[in-house]
């Protein structure tokens, strides 16, 4: 299996001007899961039998350097602090160089993908499009939710698949393709990302209320300090008894007691199981993401997707 990190080593950040450039270094150094790009190999190896297919190289990059242009963004609008046990890019240097850097890192994913293979761009292209209109569109959606009382569980599905789901259903989808997947098994690559994307940031959900900041790679309850209403929230509504949901309300409306309201509430969702319901549903989606595996070539790289599967259905960070 080709290593991504080294792929991402290669790429040259020494260039002027330093302010610019060495914030997307940093960003790039840090580490991460690289389940992007990751995705889109295996993808690519399911399809080819294993074969190491150099042709989706640039995607996969492209992929990796756009998902965090995306974070660099997400950080200044959550005000998040800390990104994989670091300091964000916007409190190492200010908002405008993490606004800058980012826009740059979009353009270098764009540049990144112009080296895919001439016949496969054009539909490669416009996938790529679709996903970062649907992500633009995700993280809109979650930022008006901050401000809504009532948000359904419906209305958050949606809006996780286009925030999170959509970049690794996509990633699969590109890697297969470029692989030389026809339209059945491209369909059940993009499914099956869609799938695992949602159980993803279900996990997410939950870890950033119970996880370990030194593991998880940022700081616990920020979900709940800014309100942000994650199943773990909006399952707390639906099945909180009258008295429960009024201090779930009340907490809501607390914007200082930051320790005191992310205590207050990790105890209520504790009180009502509320991890244990997310967790049900997180295995679901999993569910239907392995099922998509039965419509592929059975091989050594699938049986690794099934594997990362149900590996990220239990992770910690």
């Given at each position: ?10 790429l ?5 001007p330093?302010?610019?450039y060495?914030?997307i ?13 990751t ?8 399809i ?15 992929l ?10 997400d ?15 916007h ?33 490669v ?12 569109e ?8 901050e ?11 949606k ?18 393709y ?33 996880g ?11 979900d709940?300090?800014c309100?942000?209403?994650t ?25 200082d007691?930051n ?5 207050a509430?990790t ?14 549903i ?8 392995l099922?998509q ?15 990362m599967?149900?590996?990220?259905a239990?992770?910690?960070?």
């Open positions: 299996m080709l290593d991504i990190n080294k792929e991402i080593e290669k040259d950040w020494q260039k002027e330093r302010g610019l060495e914030p270094e940093y960003t790039l150094a840090s580490g991460g899961k690289r389940l992007r790009p995705l889109a190999l295996i993808a690519a190896q399911v080819a039998n294993g074969a190491a297919l150099d042709e989706v190289v640039p995607a996969a990059l492209a990796e350097v756009f998902h965090n242009f995306t974070l660099l963004h950080d200044v609008m959550d005000r998040a602090h800390v990104r994989r046990g670091r300091e964000t890019v409190v190492k240097w200010n908002d405008n160089t993490a606004i800058l850097s980012g826009d740059q890192m979009l353009i270098e994913a764009y540049k990144l993908l112009s080296d895919v293979p001439a016949d496969k761009l054009p539909k292209l416009k996938w790529f499009n679709e996903m970062a209109t649907g992500i633009c995700g993280q809109q959606y979650d930022v008006d939710f401000h809504m009382i009532q948000v359904s569980i419906e209305d958050y599905m809006m996780i698949e286009l925030k999170t789901s959509v970049l690794l259903a996509h990633a699969m989808r590109i890697g297969g470029i692989a030389g997947a026809n339209e059945d098994q491209q369909e059940a690559l993009y499914q099956f990302g869609l799938h695992i994307g949602l159980a993803f940031q279900i996990q997410d959900d939950i870890l950033d209320v119970y370990d900041p030194k593991t998880f790679g940022k700081a616990i309850g920020g709940i300090v309100n942000k209403k199943l773990m929230l909006l399952t707390a509504m639906e099945t909180a008894s009258p008295e429960d949901k009024t201090e779930l309300l009340q907490w809501l409306m607390t914007t007691r320790e005191e309201k992310i205590a509430v105890e209520l969702y504790t009180r009502l199981s509320i991890r244990e319901k997310c967790e049900a997180m295995e679901q989606e999993t569910a239907k993401a099922e595996l039965d419509k592929l070539p059975q091989n050594e790289a699938a049986g690794r997707l099934r594997d599967a149900e590996q990220l239990t992770r910690t960070r």
